[in-house]
């Protein structure tokens, strides 16, 4: 995944670009940059490697190193970015967030057709931001080459441009699969993908960009360069997992869908009888939490945190590139509190199981430490395609999601033919799914929030969001 933060101010922006971008840290662990311009300097670039210390840590002297009234940031999961780039139109940096499915075939049509060239990366892969680039300056203008850079891409783009007048465009992907929101304070604008980072900057958020649409931002205001378009398909999966949740988009804040998801599937677990002899409901931290406190709230059995996370030190499991080395770092920072686990029934809610990597390592802690039952929830049905627009799971392959690598288990490849069976915990094979992750993970019960369930609880139209990963469609 990735987020992004940018600032036009009439008062130097590298602060709030700082914190701003600081902000969009839990969307990514990899790579991230900021890029200002200064009417005496000129553009400016910095990009650091964020996979083994947090992003404040990595810039903390961008205060002495860069200045400019205008600037973007990037948490990137990817490619490193922003990049400073020349075009017929003049300078810019760019920064971008999606997925390009078709890279190859874009590159290939690029050298054939202009004869040019891109920097190569370590096996001579190209930049994604750099072949992004490279599409918008094929246009006649610069929204006409977003326009053909979105167009051309299979996956999705969302885009930032801090042109050498200062000025920043936001261009929101076409079907409007992550959100833009433009905000307001007394010296300037800001855009970002996380609404709450601009409220704690001080900015009012004055305009959500529609699918499609282009604006450009100066220190004095915004305009439209772009009208949006009327069909959006908006990520699901962001208010299930990774939104955060002070963040509202769509008119839909994330902690009270959350809230919802916990509450529809209590009420689903009470009307089968299944609440019954459970001492705590709890949440895999951090953001399968809020889906327990729903459930909590609405089945009337009490929240309980069985077990803490030890933050100051292992703030992520997930930064390690080893497995193993995940796993271990998931273990040293789960802290026990033996009291509400010694002979406790417990029931977690998880935002999601997607790979299943560290689930069982969790459960084995449980039970060591004296659980008399570990019973799962999962807050969206099971993960059947990895996402191809953008990118949220490390997966690379279907067969990595554990969902599928049970079905391959019970049935071979021909249970694929089945998926929406094995959705279903009301059928055959759906129960068979289910009860086969319960032996491989040591559950005395599991279930999946259902499609129906996760969109009633996010509470706009079914047409204008993306299930691809829960069911296929597009």
Known sequence: MGGYFGVAKHTDAISDVFFGTDYHSHLGTRRAGIASYDKEIGLQRDIHNIQNAPFR??????????????????????????????????????????????????????????????????????????????????????????????????GSATILLLKDDGNIIAARDPLGRLPVVVGRAEDGYCVSFEPFACRKLEYEIIHELGPGEIIEISADGYHQLAAPGKEMKMCSFIWSYYGYSGSTYEGVNVEVMRYRNGEIMAKADEAKGRTCGLDYVGGLPDSGTPHAIGYANASQIPFGRAFIKYTPTWSRSFTPTRQEDRAKVAKMKQIPVPELIKDKNLLFVDDSIVRGTQLKGTVD??????????????????????????????????????????????????????????????????????????????????????????????????????????????
């Open 365 to 474: 802690f449980l039970y060591d430490n004296g659980a008399a039952s570990v019973h799962m929830r999962s807050g969206c049905p099971p993960i059947m395609y990895n996402c191809k627009y953008l990118g949220f799971s490390r997966a690379k392959s279907d067969m990595e999601l554990i969902a599928r690598r049970v079905i391959m288990e019970l049935e071979g490849e021909e249970g694929f033919d089945h998926i929406d069976e094995y959705s279903d915990g009301e059928t055959e094979r759906g129960r068979a799914l289910r009860q086969s992750m319960c032996e491989k993970f040591g559950f005395k019960s599991l279930d999946f929030q259902t499609l129906e369930g996760v969109i009633k609880a996010i509470g706009i139209e079914p047409c204008k969001l993306c299930t691809y990963c829960w069911n296929g469609k597009e």
């Open 57 to 154: 840590t990595k810039f903390e002297h961008v205060f002495e190193e860069m200045q400019g009234c205008s600037a973007i940031g990037v948490i990137s999961d990817y490619d490193p970015q922003p990049l400073l780039m020349r075009s017929r139109w003049g300078a810019f940096a760019i920064a971008f967030v999606g997925a390009i499915n078709n890279a190859k075939e874009l590159i290939d049509k690029y050298l054939a057709d202009t004869q040019g060239h891109f920097s190569a990366m370590t096996g001579g892969a190209v930049n994604g931001t750099e072949l992004v680039a490279a599409l918008i300056n094929r246009g006649e203008d610069v929204v006409s080459g977003i326009q053909l850079a979105q167009k051309s891409i299979d």
